[in-house]
T-cell receptor
Framework: DVKVTQSSRYLVKRTGEKVFLECVQD?????MFWYRQDPGLGLRLIYF???????EKGDIPEGYSVSREKKERFSLILESASTNQTSMYLC??????????????FGPGTRLTVT | AQTVTQSQPEMSVQEAETVTLSCTYD???????LFWYKQPPSRQMILVIR??????QNATENRFSVNFQKAAKSFSLKISDSQLGDTAMYFC??????????????FGKGTHLIIQP
């Protein structure tokens, strides 16, 4: 089974701190994604990556950056955390060349609170 | 850009009943996938069912089936013989298919489905 793990389930940070959210997948997937989930808004795409060192902006990239130095790891970075970035963050991965090419596998999520 | 609309924020049915969740979408793309994802309480998001836009036949996975109306841009999910374990948030999602691979998903706001014993 595909496994997508995220470094923390719960995280509390102060306004202005630099925050790193880590995501690791164990199935050699090319594509990786970061979403944020807010009640009443569903999930919204922040950034995604097709390959190592490649990144594409999603629908709401402002205030975020990403890093993908290794194929299995995709990091979301909040350069200066703000209270409006308090949210649940979900990572996902997918592999175009498989029998289920467009299925995204999700991690358990990181609930980030910025105070 | 595409949008996905789920008009039912919450639904509640009795165990063993059949329930239909609604989803409409708006896009100018011709090549895309539609999905229903399930997020149980405090558990990971999992894929329920997928529909390729070029296929006319509606997808079915055991008790889950869809009614895909491409011209109307409608994609509803039917759950037959509902079970307590079906209690979850259900998200309808859209993915356009680009030449370089998949793009991210565009989600609806979700429907909270409660199955009552």
């Amino acid at each position: 089974d595909v496994k997508v793990t995220q470094s923390s389930r719960y995280l509390v940070k102060r306004t202005g701190e630099k925050v790193f959210l880590e995501c690791v997948q164990d199935m050699d997937h090319e594509n990786m994604f970061w979403y944020r989930q807010d009640p009443g808004l569903g999930l919204r795409l922040i950034y995604f990556s097709y390959d190592v060192k490649m990144k594409e902006k999603g629908d709401i990239p402002e205030g975020y950056s990403v890093s993908r130095e290794k194929k299995e790891r995709f990091s979301l970075i909040l350069e200066s955390a703000s209270t409006n970035q308090t949210s649940m963050y979900l990572c996902a991965s997918s592999a175009p060349g498989t029998s289920r090419p467009y299925e995204q596998y999700f991690g358990p999520g990181t609930r980030l609170t910025v105070t | 850009a595409q949008t996905v609309t789920q008009s039912q924020p919450e639904m509640s049915v009795q165990e063993a009943e059949t329930v239909t969740l609604s989803c409409t979408y708006d896009t100018s793309e011709s090549n895309y996938y539609l999905f229903w994802y399930k997020q149980p309480p405090s558990r990971q998001m999992i894929l329920v069912i997928r529909q390729e836009a070029y296929k006319q036949q509606n997808a079915t996975e055991n008790r889950f089936s869809v009614n895909f109306q491409k011209a109307a841009k409608s994609f509803s999910l039917k759950i037959s013989d509902s079970q307590l374990g079906d209690t979850a948030m259900y998200f309808c999602a859209f993915m356009k298919i680009s030449g370089g691979g998949a793009d991210g998903l565009t989600f609806g706001k979700g429907t909270h489905l409660i199955i009552q014993p």
